[in-house]
């Protein structure tokens, strides 16, 4: 059975630092890995997608990385602002239409 | 062109009572899935439909049901209300390339449904 751990569970930071999200998951037999973000009350706003043959995927200042084989993904925010305060999830498609998601990690960007 | 859209918002039942939601996908998506989000159990897969097929299922009782319309707008049934499924339920859709899906799943900004 696919699990995901995301950790830290929150986090919080000084605005303008870089910072790492991790995700892990424990069967590395995937389609593909989609990072989310939620805001408080919200839907999911689709971040980045990476699919199983590829190594990251960039949008603006995240960068998404994915190592299939050990099982992790890292989500790479630069220059961070208040704005980008809010959960951020993974998710894993391990097959079908399904998707299997962590518990989000809960980030806070202090001005 | 307009994102995924799902009625009504908010809903306040009763337990035993049944409800129903709405989900209309993006234009040209036929692919429909529902995603039930609470805090003790975070974001857990109900069900998918693509072409009015439900194809995959989570592991939630019968009294969760969904079916999917010829114009891929979907609806999900709960009947029998209980306290626990107090939830906020989100629903997804997708573009299909034949059976396999190497895409985004984009969602909806969910149904927030409140048994007293």
């Known amino acids: 059975k696919q699990e995901v751990t995301q950790i830290p569970a929150a986090l919080s930071v000084p605005e303008g630092e870089n910072l790492v999200l991790n995700c892990s998951f424990t069967?590395?037999?995937?389609?593909?890995l989609q990072w989310f973000r939620q805001d408080p009350g919200k839907g999911l706003t689709s971040l980045l997608l990476?699919?199983?043959?590829?190594r990251e995927q960039t949008s603006g200042r995240l960068n998404a990385s994915l190592d299939k084989s050990s099982g992790r993904s890292t989500l790479y925010i630069a220059a961070s602002q208040p704005g980008d305060s809010a959960t951020y999830l993974c998710?894993?498609?391990?097959?079908?239409?399904?998707?299997?998601f962590g518990q989000g990690t809960r980030l806070t960007i202090n001005p | 062109k307009a994102g995924v859209t799902q009625t009504p918002r908010y809903l306040i039942k009763t337990r035993g009572q049944q409800v129903t939601l709405s989900c209309s996908p993006i234009?040209?998506?036929?692919?429909v899935s529902w995603y039930q989000q609470t805090p003790g159990q975070g974001l857990q897969f109900l069900f998918e439909?693509?072409?009015?097929?439900?194809?995959n299922k989570g592991n939630f009782p019968g009294r969760f049901s969904g079916r999917q319309f010829s114009n891929s707008r979907s609806e999900m049934n709960v009947s029998t209300l209980e306290l626990g499924d107090s939830a906020l339920y989100l629903c997804?859709?997708?573009?299909?390339?034949?059976?396999?899906?190497?895409?985004?799943?984009?969602f909806g900004p969910g149904t927030r449904l409140t048994v007293l």
């Open positions: 997804a859709s997708s573009w299909m390339l034949g059976e396999a899906s190497y895409n985004e799943q984009f």
């Open positions: 439909y693509f072409s009015e097929t439900q194809r």
């Open positions: 998710a894993v498609r391990p097959g079908a239409q399904k998707l299997v």
């Open positions: 069967d590395s037999a995937i389609y593909n």
């Open positions: 990476i699919q199983s043959s590829q």
């Open positions: 234009s040209g998506h036929r692919s």
